[in-house]
């Protein structure tokens, strides 16, 4: 059966091959702009390719196989029964009643009263903040510290904008046993050294993707310390901040002293109410640098789907009203995945591996240098360890994961590439389906 599975998916594979390459046009000149080089691999593309032709048990993209709650399906379906006005285009910077809603709840979070139309930048997901802020924000040779391991489009994005990236690692802390992605740290010389005359920004992640990293308010204040010394700009993803585990707590570095005035903070309503589909996203920070970002959406973008704006509006509504209750949507989702969290780590350690418990968000990853496996004919051959044993988890076995390596930068990911990441958003059946192969295959060790 697996051998008539990988069969058919290897037959796909080359028919689309074949397909694309019968469309190809020769031009004398140069055909793809040169802002495209060394842009063109991305790890969803690859990865979500071998899934959709292998159909494994998905344990890879960072998405939920649940529905969103229901309030929120409601809320989508009202709006689009809510007359033509929903059906048609609204704000190019975001609709009025979801930025409204933004800023009315996250004033109280921040500590700051934020204006909806002048400090909130409406997106298509977090992904067009980031965008849109790389874009906007960063010049020609302009470095940019990232801080690894990172979600890998910040990357590319300085790349496209003329900048340098310049890498951070957090490193495991010396002498810690390193099975929380709380022992995982950044050193402060280290970071401080990175700042050159033309350093314009640092980027973060918090709670970060791969690792769950929380960063504690101490951590914070020392990047917020060293951007308020060197005048930088602070780009802040937080689009997992509602998802913290065992009392750890998300602080947005925004709320520190001196830091609204220069901080740009990410978010995702795909993310908060488990609707990824939906891509609403937004930009908040003060209206002299959010601006900035106005205009790079306001000539691509333009504009984001009504419909989903107002359901995002009325899920804001609701959890402002309801915040810190046992009914809120951002304290029910956290509570649910820590069992999920819980149930993943303990599969996983059943089959000899050592995941690093994370503090946050909805992934886990494991060192699996101790599993013994022939690599030989999966990936190239120049290819990373995680990316090839990634690829043989899904032809081999049936389960789809995702290479930590490629949340590093080429200099540091050889440091990581025995690193291997699960999505652990998903229904239990998805869990115990991915628990049976791990099983199995052990037993067959
Ligand atoms: C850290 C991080 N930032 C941004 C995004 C993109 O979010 P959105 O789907 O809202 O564009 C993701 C998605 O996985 C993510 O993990």
New binding site residues.
């Given amino acids: 059966m697996g051998i008539i599975r990988n069969l058919a998916a290897h037959v796909g594979v080359i028919r689309q091959t074949l397909l694309r390459n019968h469309k190809r046009i020769t031009m004398s000149r140069r055909l793809h702009a040169r802002r495209l080089d060394g842009v063109d691999k991305n790890v969803w593309v690859e990865f979500t390719q071998l899934a959709a032709d292998y159909k494994p048990v998905n344990l890879g993209?960072?998405?939920p196989d649940f529905s969103p709650p229901q309030f929120i399906q409601e809320a989508f379906c009202e709006a689009v029964k809510g007359g033509p006005e929903m059906h048609q285009y609204t704000r190019a910077f975001g609709h009025p009643r979801l930025v409204k809603s933004l800023a009315k709840f996250f004033s109280r979070i921040v500590g700051h009263e934020i204006d909806p139309f002048e400090d909130i930048l409406v997106t298509?997901?977090?992904?067009?903040?980031?965008f849109c802020a790389f874009q906007a924000l960063i010049d020609e040779g302009d470095e940019v510290i990232i801080v690894e391991p990172f979600?890998d489009?910040y990357q590319p994005m300085v790349l496209m904008a003329k900048g340098k990236a310049v890498y951070v690692p957090l490193r495991p802390r010396e002498g810690s046993s390193v099975l929380s992605s709380g022992d995982w740290v950044l050193s402060a010389e280290e970071l401080a050294s990175k700042v050159t005359p033309r350093t314009k920004a640092i980027v973060i992640?918090t709670p970060?993707?791969p690792l769950g990293k929380v960063y504690k308010r101490e951590e914070l204040q020392m990047i917020a310390d060293l951007c308020i010394k060197h005048d930088l700009l602070c780009f802040t993803?937080e689009?997992?901040e509602w998802l913290t585990y065992d009392g750890a707590k998300h602080v947005k570095i925004a709320s520190l002293p001196g830091m609204w005035e220069r901080t740009i903070t990410?978010g995702?309503?795909?993310?908060s109410f488990s609707a990824?589909g939906w891509?609403?996203?937004w930009a908040m920070g003060s209206g002299h640098v959010i601006k900035h970002l106005k205009v790079i959406h306001q000539n691509s973008v333009y504009h984001c789907a009504t419909a989903a704006q107002e359901a995002v509006a009325c899920g804001f509504e609701r959890e402002y009203e309801l915040f810190g209750t046992p009914e809120s949507y951002f304290q029910q989702l956290p509570a649910v995945l820590h069992n999920k969290r819980r149930k993943l780590a303990s599969c996983l350690q059943s089959v000899g591996l050592q995941p690093i418990m994370p503090e946050g968000?909805y992934f886990m990853i494991t060192d699996v240098s101790s599993v013994k496996v022939d690599l030989n004919d999966h990936g190239t051959k120049d290819e990373s360890y995680d990316f090839k044993f990634v690829k043989w988890l899904v032809k081999e076995k049936g389960l789809a994961t995702i290479p930590v390596s490629a949340f590093f930068s080429p200099e540091h990911s050889k440091e990581f590439d025995k690193y291997i990441r699960f999505c652990f958003v998903k229904e239990d059946s998805t869990l115990d389906a991915a628990e049976n192969i791990l099983r199995k295959w052990s037993q067959t060790k």
């Fill in positions: 993209q960072g998405f298509v997901g977090a992904y067009q903040a980031l979600f489009c992640n970060n993707n993803d689009v997992y990410v995702s309503a795909g993310k990824t891509k609403v996203g968000g």
